[in-house]
């Protein structure tokens, strides 16, 4: 699986959209990005993936740029709630793979009023 | 989320005991997961579950021994626990290609 590289840290004010950044250099074409969360004391929570088109939901934004080797999940409108580690995985979307997606340190996003 | 609890929600135990941490999920769901938590090391797989009677090794497995003889428990027994293996305990769940959904943790703690 490709390795993925996130900053340790950021801050984001609440109300504005909290941008966080993922380098994926080394992704093969059949390598997804995932976004999960965790916020303190509960377990992670899905928010998004892609492939390689832009995706939303109603939690976020997935920006991956053309050559696939970045990414960027959008908070659009930050809330204190959203205060927590965020992780970007990249890996394979194949039933028959062992499926053991594996989490690095994330990104701590911390939103202040 | 609902769907998967976790028990007991903490535990604490003594060196040497065996302790079996429990996860029911109400999905159906093929894959299940274990996973522990440090500081300084993140998520870490211990053992995964592709379906009933199958478990595979994740990164952490040593002193861990699952089993999945229904589809819907996977629980993860320490057999002699350790202070190393105190930690936060999560599992997950997934069917084919789906996002993992996790439980709330045990909070284990070998004294």
């Known amino acids: 699986d490709a390795k993925t590289t996130q900053p340790p840290s950021m801050d984001c004010a609440e109300g504005r959209a909290a941008n966080l950044p993922c380098n994926h250099s080394?992704?093969?074409?059949?390598?997804?990005v995932y976004w999960y969360r965790q916020i303190h004391s509960q377990g992670p929570q899905y928010i998004i993936h892609?492939?390689?088109n832009n995706e939303t939901n109603e939690m976020a934004s997935l920006i991956i740029t053309e050559d696939r080797k970045s990414s960027t999940l959008i908070l659009p409108h930050a809330t204190l709630r959203d205060t927590a580690v965020y992780y970007c995985?990249?890996?394979?979307?194949?039933?028959?793979?062992?499926?053991?997606?594996?989490f690095g340190a994330g990104t701590r996003l911390t939103v202040k009023p | 989320d609902a769907g998967i609890t976790q028990s007991p929600r903490y535990k604490i135990t003594e060196t040497g005991r065996q302790v079996t941490l429990m996860c029911h999920q109400t999905?159906?769901?093929?894959?299940m997961f274990w996973y522990r938590q440090d500081l300084g090391h993140g998520l870490r797989l211990i053992y995964y579950?592709?379906?009933?009677?199958?478990?595979d090794k994740g990164e952490v497995p040593d002193g861990y021994v699952v089993s999945r003889s229904k589809t819907e428990n996977f629980p993860l027994t320490l057999e002699s626990a350790t202070r190393s293996q105190t930690s936060v305990y999560f599992c997950?769940?997934?069917?084919?290609?789906?996002?993992?959904?996790f439980g709330n943790g045990t909070r284990l703690t070998v004294t």
């Open positions: 997950a769940s997934k069917v084919g290609n789906s996002p993992l959904h």
């Open positions: 892609g492939l390689k």
């Open positions: 579950s592709a379906a009933a009677d199958i478990t």
């Open positions: 080394t992704i093969s074409g059949n390598e997804y």
């Open positions: 999905w159906s769901h093929s894959y």
């Open positions: 995985i990249v890996r394979v979307a194949d039933p028959y793979n062992n499926n053991d997606m594996r």
